[in-house]
């Protein structure tokens, strides 16, 4: 490869990201009308593709500032001295000019390892804005609800109220919700259990357990023929001791 085509290859990265200073970028683009075409047309595909994947890098990122914030800083940029500030560089600092033929080469690899991983990751957040705006992964309570065998039962309880229990054998789940039923009294909680032929404890269930619209999924259906609600002492009971509801689930 040429030098003059190696070199403004090199200052592709530099030259995309506006980091050089007013002469520096003329003598690129004076070295870009020189080369030959093939050369010419590599380095503006480079200059693209950067300046692409940080433009789709920032859409992603971009969050609209607060409008308070927003005139702050228009205030700030209104009333500052916009002058530009030169200072002489020290002995053992050398300008961009003087780094960036030995640091091309790092760079441009480095900018296009990172160029890939955004584009990577914006491809990642397109897909997962997509699949949990449009089609969300189903919780398991959905998956048992839409189950082909899926029943559903509901039984009253005493004082107020209603279980529905939503089941399916393949799914070897149910789904259980309570409506309007009060709040177990302090030092007591509502323990599920599954009966087949003798009861099998569920579970317990919290306070917000109660209370939830989406239900709470049991596992371990098998062969139950019929679920359960008690009353029990805080921690639950190793057989039900006052049954409030019993729901009967058909095969």
Known sequence: MSEPRQ?????????????????ERRNIEAERLRVDDASRDRFDMLVGEIQETLALAAAVDATPAPDRMRQVILDQVASSNQEPTVRELPPNVTSLHGHRRERSKTWRYSMMSAAAAVVVAVGGVVIVTQTMGTDPQPSQAEQIVAASDARQATAEFPGGGSATVSYSLSQNAAVVALDGVSQPPPGRVYQMWFVDGSPRSAGVMTEEQVTSKSGTVVDGLGAATNFAVSLEPAGGSPQPTEVLTMVTLNA
């Open 7 to 23: 070199r403004l290859l090199d200052d592709a990265e530099i030259y995309a990201l506006h980091a050089t200073t007013d002469s």
